[in-house]
């Protein structure tokens, strides 16, 4: 049984942000994952979205995360490669009571340390955005917000991890916890592990994990979101994320172009008890077609080309909820929404901040550069565009996938890579193999030929 210094469970944006931290010290650390890939839960669907934390409430652990996260994942997109558009936001006005709540808004954002938010009459509304339905009466402007890439980052976090010699163990939920005087056993279902300390990022299951420790503090109510993802055709309607004024039902539904070149609508927001409920549904699906009527009657003449559902680790409060537990050499992270993808490389900040005093943090010398990921946004260029790295590599000029021009040269990268897909489904998340208007019925059998034939 190999013993670590410090164990991380959940292989999440938030897990392997936390890896990659602590890999980069003398530590030795596991990534424990119960799945059999990275990013197999909450992070792979969400609405992509890098927040500025301008609409967080002020004060709170989320919003000082959120806002420190934005400034590190930009910089760490731009040394790794993850496609990031700076498209801004714009909050939209239809009544004069969400009118009248801008100046509010706007003043919030200011508390929270961003101020480039502009009230803007109804007239710049439809300036910026044309297709929108009648009946808008102004807006808020958020420069700031940007589209990301989710499964990027969280592969080059992971990725980053590894360089850095955590050890991933996929494949490895924990099931039995058995504290010690000097460490904790991890009972999973492919094997045991120790650790001095242990680290909690297990998203829908931390309540789970935490109540092996003993403790019933919190429980996850998972949180669906359904989304309807429109074809690349549509994509001039929607110049920029167009978000509704919030209420006290919450955010409400969002237009948004993603960063593969699509347009999105939603999400829904419906409390389950399934933590494994991330189908669509009939009611949730023609929600969203009434609202993106209202929003943007223009868009519902395009094609869908696929809907998907994310689950949110809801835990009843409006803060992340970040413990140390001394005692047990033990660290809590729950609550954390989709504000996440963009919080990640902050919380993984914080927590190191809390274990300063418990273990030594010493960043190593020398070392790895960070991974440098393959480019998976439309708004740049693409190996099937690239005449030199054809020139040099036949396969980036075969293209497998023509919804998405995925070529053979990026699956055989993909299929080579530090952390390679365990399935399809990972080499898509890989790739955009698949991701297209045909949803692999035209490429789909060549694309699992070439998984199934490995790296070679």
């Keep these: ?34 799945r059999d ?9 969400n609405t992509a979205i890098l927040h500025t934390g301008f ?32 498209t801004g936001a714009l909050l939209v006005a239809w009544t004069p009571e969400q009118l009248d709540a801008l100046p509010g808004l706007q003043a919030k954002a200011e508390r929270n340390g961003y101020t480039a938010c502009e009230i803007v009459d109804a007239a710049e509304v439809y300036r910026r955005v044309p297709a929108l339905g009648a009946g ?47 460490a904790t056993r991890l009972v999973t279902t492919a094997g045991e592990l120790s650790a001095r300390w242990v680290v909690n990022a297990a998203g829908l299951g931390a309540d789970s994990l935490d109540a092996l420790f ?38 409400g539904v969002l237009v948004s172009p993603t960063i593969y070149g699509n347009v999105m609508v939603g999400p829904t927001a419906e409390d ?34 696929a809907t998907y559902a994310g689950l949110r680790a809801s835990i009843g409060r409006d803060d992340y909820l970040i413990d140390l537990d001394a005692g047990q050499r033990y660290v809590l992270i729950g609550g954390i929404r989709s504000t996440g993808l963009t919080a990640g490389m902050a919380i993984a900040e914080h927590v190191a901040d809390l274990l300063k005093g418990h273990l030594d943090l ?49 699956l055989r990268d993909a299929l080579a ?25 035209y490429c789909g059998a060549r694309v699992r030929e070439i998984f199934e034939g490995g790296a070679g």
């Design 37 to 45: 890939d990275v990013g197999e839960g909450t992070s792979k669907a």
């Design 136 to 182: 808008a009466l102004g807006g808020l402007t958020v420069p700031g917000e940007s589209i990301i890439c989710t499964w990027t980052t969280n592969l080059a976090l992971a990725t980053d991890a590894v360089n850095r010699g955590v050890r991933l163990l996929l494949g490895h939920r924990v099931t039995a916890v058995h504290p010690g005087p000097d």
């Design 272 to 305: 389950l008890t399934d933590r494994a409920a991330t189908g669509t549904s009939e009611a949730g699906l023609e929600f969203l077609r009434e609202k993106g009527a209202e929003l943007m009657p223009r868009l519902m003449a395009e094609e869908v080309t």
């Design 362 to 410: 010493t960043a190593r010398a020398a070392l790895p550069a960070p991974p440098r990921m393959p480019n998976l946004g439309e708004a740049f260029p693409r190996p099937y565009q690239d005449a030199a790295a054809i020139a040099a590599d036949p396969e980036y000029g075969r293209v497998v996938c023509f919804c998405e021009r995925v070529t053979k040269g990026e």
């Design 417 to 441: 890579s530090v952390i390679p897909p365990a399935g399809v489904e990972g080499l898509r998340r890989r790739t955009r193999a698949m991701n297209g208007r045909c949803q692999g019925f």
């Design 55 to 86: 609409d967080a409430r002020p004060g709170t652990l989320e919003s000082r995360l959120v806002a420190r996260g934005h400034d590190l994942l930009g910089r760490y997109a731009e040394a790794t490669g993850i496609p990031v558009e700076r």
């Design 1 to 34: 049984m190999s013993t670590y210094d410090v164990a991380v469970v959940g292989g999440g944006i938030v897990g392997s942000a936390i890896a990659r931290l602590l890999g980069g010290t003398a530590l030795s650390v596991a990534l424990v994952e119960a």
């Design 214 to 251: 003993g403790h019933d503090r919190f429980t996850v109510t998972p949180r669906r979101g359904e989304l309807l993802v429109f074809d690349k055709l549509a994509r001039p309607l929607a110049p920029c994320i167009v978000l509704p004024v919030p209420s006290s039902a919450g955010k």
